[in-house]
Nanobody, 113 residues
Framework: QVQLVESGGGLVQPGGSLRLFCAAS????????MAWYREAPGKQREWVATIIGAVTIYALSVKGRFTISRDGAKNTVYLQMNSLKPEDTAVYYC????????WGQGTQVIVSS
C-alpha cells in the first residue's frame, strides 16, 4: 500500500507563494502519473494539475500560476503556487493515479489578508 504525505500548507496573503510537498513511501513518483487536487469548503474536490512523464497539465484556474514537478530520487512531488488568490483556499491532496490509485491526507492552504 502506497502512502502519500502532503506538507507545506499554511496561511498566506493574497499574491503570495507556497510550495507543497508530497512524500511517497516507495519509489513510485518517477514511474507513475501523479496529480494534485483540492477541496474548498462546501465544494467538491477538483483536479488541479497532473504530471505524466515529462508532460504537465493544469486546470485553467491555476495555469500560469502553479507548477507541478517531481524528484524521483527524493520520491517527492511538488506544487509551487504563486500569485495566490483567496479562491485558492482549500485542502490540497496528492494522488497517485492509475488502477491502484492512492490519496494523501491533505494539507490546508488558506489565502487571506
Amino acid at each position: 500500500q502506497v502512502q502519500l504525505v502532503e506538507s507545506g500548507g499554511g496561511l498566506v496573503q493574497p499574491g503570495g507563494s507556497l510550495r507543497l510537498f508530497c512524500a511517497a513511501s516507495g519509489s513510485i513518483v518517477s514511474s507513475n502519473t501523479m496529480a494534485w487536487y483540492r477541496e474548498a469548503p462546501g465544494k467538491q474536490r477538483e483536479w488541479v494539475a497532473t504530471i505524466i512523464g515529462a508532460v504537465t497539465i493544469y486546470a485553467l484556474s491555476v495555469k500560469g500560476r502553479f507548477t507541478i514537478s517531481r524528484d524521483g530520487a527524493k520520491n517527492t512531488v511538488y506544487l509551487q503556487m504563486n500569485s495566490l488568490k483567496p479562491e485558492d483556499t482549500a485542502v490540497y491532496y496528492c494522488k497517485k493515479e492509475g488502477y491502484y490509485s492512492s490519496w494523501g491526507q491533505g494539507t490546508q492552504v488558506i489565502v487571506s489578508s
